[in-house]
């Protein structure tokens, strides 16, 4: 069986994972709470099916690294630029206020000041995995609360480094770890220049090349390969990982491949932090709360009620509405992943003794544990006084995305695309060829990479909040495919598309697309009618007889529509069409008295006026 440890180990997890997630989350309990219960219970103090935990929480935490990249990819520089003071305010002063408040308390009941300070400062953190991924599950990124969350979150992020930096400096250590500072400092500039030039430069030229190949393996393993050489550069100079990849997704939120980085990338985030969430609920030792149960316990609810106090209070300052104060303070109260640190570096420099920093770890993953169970309180019990107002509050400050999505912008969509934006309407456009792509850029057109007809992409490009999906791509299988894929997910949204012929125009009827129009039908038409002028007729009479033309194509079309397997009966309906439109037209030049061209006692095509030879 050793041979297999790796297989084995992962169909623990998997069956772990598919029986009880789906279970916590039926009862309301939420998916992260079924990860931790599902760790812990194949963990070592469970069912004792995994002894490693530290390798699988190292592997693990890839997946909040790939969170934090996929949330930069969807911020742009100038949008970031606008967050600077929810970031350094309002995670400042979280950081501070907190870590004063906690060390104080440590201090009062006795502790001394070296290990009150490190535990506050570690316990100030909260856990971005945990808050993140609750966010998202509820799709609540957008709102007041997700906003100042994420700020505040990537503020904690940054000051992990000057907290574990500080720590040496307690031991009286300082000398040792001074004298490499500003290099550095240096190798931090030369990593963040690097990340600029590469992801302006070099990011997009490698991915269009990859994309013209048509092979999306390629693709989705170039988009690992840059999270794990951001990482190595990161770990080099000793940064957040999680941190340094988010600067990286924030360097390329302008691309036209962030869509398909960020479907291609979804999946394995999903995995890894559910791989995560596990990996902490494995490696809770409750060897230490069964010997010190009380404690243990004391502590941890004395964390959670003394920091969501404080949240509860700075909520305000943050300007989050009343009705979700109380949700933001119990999701941001618990411990996070970079406590875990802290206190480990304050092991190694004998500040903590590895019985305390074991102990305080273990406030930590009980703290991360409760939280679901906190919100799931709140839901019960709180949320249905407060949801009116919520909704209401929550519909004022979601951020609008473009109303409009156009899969494919060839000839066709591109003409609509021109009409929507000289209407200063935004319109999110989605095609699969990468040297389009790259000449409509350089004449001003937001256009992005992808396989339109991937559900994922359209998600991921902001079909759950666009009005209306533009069909207009050249084939047609990937046209009706598209349709069938998004009806089957988003029944209610409208779709208008475009046919490519009568038998992709009754497809497409089948389908419950009733907005469609012919690729070539109208230009074709239009056309016509400037033969009809060419041969004598008035302008005014040409535009006449397009329009009757077109009304009856139409009916006809409708009426073959019921026939259309039946070959006999569709030939029948077409004769009997044409002759209706030829008696319509000829009623209609009767009405016009266009003697010169059909009244008269000239008929046949001989009554045509030739036009004169130049």
């Known amino acids: 069986?050793?041979?297999?440890?790796?297989?084995?180990?992962?169909?623990?997890?998997?069956?772990?994972?598919?029986?009880?997630?789906?279970?916590?989350?039926?009862?309301?309990?939420?998916?992260?709470?079924?990860?931790?219960?599902?760790?812990?219970?194949?963990?070592?103090?469970?069912?004792?099916?995994?002894?490693?935990?530290?390798?699988?929480?190292?592997?693990?935490?890839?997946?909040?690294?790939?969170?934090?990249?996929?949330?930069?990819?969807?911020?742009?520089?100038?949008?970031?630029?606008?967050?600077?003071?929810?970031?350094f305010g309002w995670g400042g002063a979280q950081v501070l206020v907190v870590s004063a408040a906690l060390t104080g308390i440590g201090m009062a009941f006795g502790v001394d000041w070296k290990i009150a300070l490190v535990a506050g400062l570690g316990l100030s953190l909260s856990s971005t995995a945990i808050v993140l991924a609750t966010l998202g599950e509820r799709k609540l990124l957008s709102s007041p609360a997700g906003s100042a969350s994420f700020s505040i979150?990537?503020?904690?992020?940054?000051?992990?480094?000057p907290m574990i930096a500080l720590v040496p400096l307690l031991a009286g250590v300082a000398a040792e770890h001074s004298s490499g500072g500003w290099l550095r400092v240096i190798k931090l500039v030369a990593v963040f220049l690097t990340l600029i030039?590469?992801?302006?430069?070099?990011?997009?030229?490698?991915?269009?090349?990859?994309a013209r190949t048509g092979l999306r393996e390629l693709f989705t393993g170039f988009a690992l390969l840059l999270i794990i050489g951001i990482c190595l550069l990161m770990e080099w100079v000793g940064l957040s990982l999680a941190l340094g990849t988010f600067a990286a997704g924030v360097l390329l939120a302008d691309s036209e491949y962030r869509h398909q980085l960020v479907s291609d990338l979804e999946p394995f985030k999903g995995l890894l932090l559910g791989l995560f969430f596990m990996a902490v609920g494995m490696s809770a030792d409750f060897g230490i709360l069964r010997a010190q149960p009380l404690l243990i316990i004391g502590l941890t609810c004395g964390l959670l009620l003394v920091k969501g106090a404080l949240l509860y209070g700075m909520a305000y300052w943050f300007e989050i509405p009343r009705s979700q104060r109380l949700f933001f303070a119990l999701l941001m109260s618990q411990g996070?992943?970079?406590?875990?640190?802290?206190?480990?570096?304050?092991?190694?420099?004998?500040?903590?003794?590895?019985?305390?920093?074991?102990?305080?770890?273990?406030?930590?993953?009980?703290?991360?544990?409760?939280?679901?169970?906190?919100?799931?309180?709140?839901?019960?019990?709180?949320?249905?006084?407060?949801?009116?107002?919520?909704?209401?509050?929550?519909?004022?400050?979601?951020?609008?995305?473009?109303?409009?999505?156009i899969a494919g912008f060839g000839r066709f969509g591109q003409i609509i695309g021109r009409l929507l934006?000289?209407?200063?309407?935004?319109?999110?456009?989605?095609?699969?060829?990468?040297?389009?792509?790259?000449?409509?850029?350089?004449?001003?057109?937001?256009?992005?990479?992808?396989?339109?007809?991937?559900?994922?992409?359209?998600?991921?490009?902001?079909?759950?909040?666009?009005t209306a999906l533009v069909i207009a791509i050249d084939d047609v299988a990937d046209s009706l495919a598209l349709v069938d894929a998004v009806r089957e997910r988003y029944p209610e949204l409208t779709i208008l598309a475009r046919a490519r012929n009568v038998s992709h125009y009754y497809d497409l009827l089948d389908r419950g697309v009733t907005l469609i129009e012919r690729e070539t039908f109208e230009a074709a038409l239009q056309l016509g009618g400037k033969v009809l002028q060419q041969l004598g007729v008035s302008a005014e009479r040409a535009a006449h007889a397009t329009n009757i033309f077109r009304?009856?194509?139409?009916?006809?079309?409708?009426?073959?529509?019921?026939?259309?397997?039946?070959?006999?009966?569709m030939a029948s309906l077409a004769r009997k069409g044409r002759l209706e439109l030829e008696e319509m037209i000829a009623g209609d030049?009767?009405?016009?008295?266009?003697?010169?061209?059909?009244a008269g006692d000239r008929t046949g095509p001989d009554s045509i006026r030739q036009p004169q030879q130049p």
């Not at 979150?153 to 480094?161: E, R, V």
């Not at 790259?438 to 937001?446: D, H, I, Q, S």
């Open 551 to 569: 009304t009856h194509n139409l009916k006809t079309l409708m009426e073959v529509y019921p026939h259309q397997q039946d070959q006999e009966k």
């Open 336 to 405: 996070g992943e970079f406590a875990f640190v802290v206190f480990g570096t304050a092991v190694d420099t004998k500040v903590l003794t590895p019985e305390t920093s074991a102990m305080l770890v273990m406030v930590v993953t009980l703290s991360m544990v409760a939280t679901p169970l906190l919100l799931l309180l709140h839901d019960r019990l709180v949320a249905p006084h407060l949801r009116a107002a919520r909704k209401q509050r929550q519909a004022d400050t979601i951020e609008v995305e473009n109303p409009v999505i």
């Open 153 to 161: 979150l990537l503020l904690q992020d940054i000051a992990a480094i």
């Open 421 to 466: 934006a000289a209407n200063r309407i935004g319109v999110t456009v989605l095609d699969h060829d990468p040297d389009q792509i790259e000449l409509l850029r350089k004449f001003g057109y937001e256009v992005f990479y992808g396989d339109a007809t991937r559900v994922d992409l359209l998600e991921a490009a902001g079909i759950g909040k666009a």
């Open 197 to 210: 030039a590469f992801g302006r430069c070099l990011v997009n030229p490698i991915m269009r090349y990859l």
């Open 1 to 87: 069986m050793e041979e297999h440890g790796f297989l084995l180990h992962a169909t623990f997890y998997l069956i772990a994972a598919v029986v009880l997630v789906p279970l916590a989350k039926r009862v309301g309990m939420g998916a992260v709470l079924g990860y931790l219960i599902a760790g812990a219970l194949i963990g070592p103090w469970g069912l004792k099916l995994i002894g490693n935990v530290e390798d699988v929480l190292s592997i693990s935490e890839f997946g909040v690294v790939l969170m934090l990249f996929l949330i930069g990819l969807e911020l742009e520089p100038k949008k970031l630029w606008q967050l600077r003071r929810p970031i």
């Open 589 to 598: 030049a009767e009405a016009f008295k266009d003697v010169e061209l059909l």
